[in-house]
Every structure is written in C-alpha cells, then in structure tokens.
C-alpha cells in the first residue's frame, strides 16, 4: 500500500496540529476552580467581595529584653500578618469601608474549591488596616491589588499573632 506525498504531508500536518491542540489544553489553568470570597465588617456594615487571587504571609519580630518606650510603641502599632487581595475590577464598596476612621475592621475568607477535591479553607481577619492600594488598566482590562495587614490571622483555627 502506496501513501502518496500528499497524503503524507497532510497527515503529518493533522499529527502535528493535535499535538498542539492537546499539549495547549493541558497548559490551561481552570481560574473559576477555586473559588475566594472576603466578607469585611466593622460591626454595623458588611461588605462582601469575589477575589481573583489572595497571598498572606506572617511575619514575628524577634523579642529583646531592653526596649525603649519609641521602639515599644513601634513594636505595639506593628501589625504582623499581611494580605494581599486581587480583583478584577476595584471594589469601591470595600475600598470605602477600610478608608472608614475610627473603625475595628474584621474580616473573613473563604477559599472553597469548587471541583470538592481540596477543603475549604477559612482564614479569620482581626483589625484589619489597609496599607496600599494598586489600580492598573491594560487596554480594555483592569485589575486591582490592596495590601492589607491585621493584628491577628486565624488560618483553619490556627492563630497567627505577635
């Protein structure tokens, strides 16, 4: 049995395309699997918001045994626990609620996993302060960031404090 030239090529051309096709699928990232929502309140008010991307990181400042009153007041006003949310679009409800003077924020995230393979997640905010905002246009797409920090985090009843 002759395969022609043609014939060859064309099939070698459909090989190489369903390659591609598949190796491109399988580079896919799911962005609506996991699903991440933060709930604000300062007690009258709550503002609930979708998240495109949540980093949390805690930091402790080592203990001395001499300290200052000007260090021990730093050391009091310092918040150790800082969260990093991303939106699609900037949450001006949120926004206003931290710019809000005089308030004790709390806050809640829920991190569920939509597929049901991996276990939702809670993560408790206390005195939540918002240190930075970042608002960016590309073209026809917005995305925002906002650097928060708290006194305490409590992680799946873990609790995260100086």
């Known amino acids: 049995m002759k395969i022609t030239n043609q014939l060859k090529g064309a099939l070698l051309l459909f090989i190489i395309t369903l390659c591609f096709v598949s190796g491109s699928q399988a580079q896919q990232w799911d962005r609506n699997r996991m699903k991440i929502e933060l709930s604000v309140q300062d007690g009258k008010e709550t503002v609930l918001s979708n998240l495109t991307t949540l980093s949390i990181s805690f930091s402790k400042p080592s203990t001395t045994t001499a300290?200052?009153?000007?260090?021990?007041?730093?050391?009091?006003?310092?918040?150790?626990?800082?969260?990093?949310?991303?939106?699609?679009?900037?949450?001006?409800?949120?926004?206003?609620?931290?710019?809000?003077?005089?308030t004790t924020l709390t806050g809640k995230i829920m991190v569920t996993d939509s597929y049901g393979k991996l276990p939702t997640r809670k993560i408790e905010l206390n005195s939540i302060v918002m240190d930075g905002i970042n608002d960016n246009f590309i073209n026809d797409e917005e995305t925002s960031y906002m650097n928060l920090s708290c006194k305490e985090l409590i992680i799946d009843g873990v609790v995260l404090k100086k």
């Not at 150790?80 to 900037?90: A, E, G, S, W």
Request: proline share 6%.
């Open 67 to 102: 300290v200052d009153s000007a260090i021990q007041q730093t050391v009091d006003d310092y918040n150790p626990c800082y969260i990093v949310i991303t939106f699609d679009r900037l949450d001006i409800p949120l926004l206003r609620l931290l710019m809000k003077k005089n």
